[in-house]
């Protein structure tokens, strides 16, 4: 009687362990759910940019480093010269991690070679890039972490990155990578393989520079010419024309005078670079004031736009 017992203990446990005790009790399968440990990745680490941004874009959520434009919704502007606009990039990811980002490195060129303008006209079509204006790149750089809410900003003068021909709507948009110096690809597929970030497009009106024309000013841009030297050293600057270039271009010189001129001055140094007659020596010092004074990197001289004002004296003489 006592084995019959014990035999019958060891069934009743036996079934007990195999979840067949009772039909009101029946058994419960586990599920095998991963810890929230295990889901987690610490994104907190050098040279994480690239890598969380295709993570978030996997994930279709937003690109963690945003780059904001400071203009008007409808920005209208001269196209000579164009337009220089204020960027930032913004660490903004949504799980707010810090972004690893270089600073500098891209300027030696005279351009930060990391930044792009994407510039279509109306009809869609993307307009070149300019090419670099230096066989020289790099520079020194740092690297860190940008905190989420924090920025880095810069300025990109439009004319450093683009041509645009003629008057009219543009679409921009402003691109940036960390590590590859983007403006200058004139494949623009080859961006297709990179982690290439954006600005929100904008619209561009491009019109024609208004010069409204002293009375005397062709005439004394003519005598200034006249007065140059061709055989002087060429000397160009790359910003408007002020008290730090003095020392430079000596404010009292027909270079200075001209400069001091400024636009009064492009309407006739324009006609006087058409005369086929001109000199080679007298060209090239002619282009070297016309820069100076617009600031156009083209230089387009036949296709130069700008609009002309006259005075109404100068039609209805007193």
Known sequence: MN???????????LLALMGCGSDSDPPQEVEN????????????VEDNLEMLTEHRRIQKKPDPLKIVVSSPDDLTANITPLPTFDVALVSADVEKTPLWITEG????????????????DEEGHILPQRESPSVIGGGMYTCGFLLHGEKWETSLPMGDYVDIPKPGQYTVRILYHDSVTIADITDKNALEDLIVFAS???QLTLAKRPIQLRENSRQRTRLL???LDETEMVKIIRS???EDYYKFIVPGSPQGE??????????????ALRDNELSARKRVHLFSLLHGITLDQSLDVENFEYGVAYPRSLYHPQ
């Open 3 to 13: 084995a019959d017992l014990r035999c019958f203990s060891v069934v009743v446990l």
């Open 33 to 44: 759910k991963p810890t929230e440990k295990a889901e987690t990745f610490d994104w907190e």
């Open 105 to 120: 490195g891209d300027y030696r060129s005279t351009r930060l070679a990391r930044w792009r303008f994407e510039v279509k």
């Open 240 to 242: 408007g024309y002020s």
């Open 200 to 202: 929100e497009p904008f």
């Open 225 to 227: 010419i006249e007065k």
């Open 258 to 271: 001209l400069l001091t001129m400024g636009w009064q001055a492009v309407p006739q140094l324009i006609d």
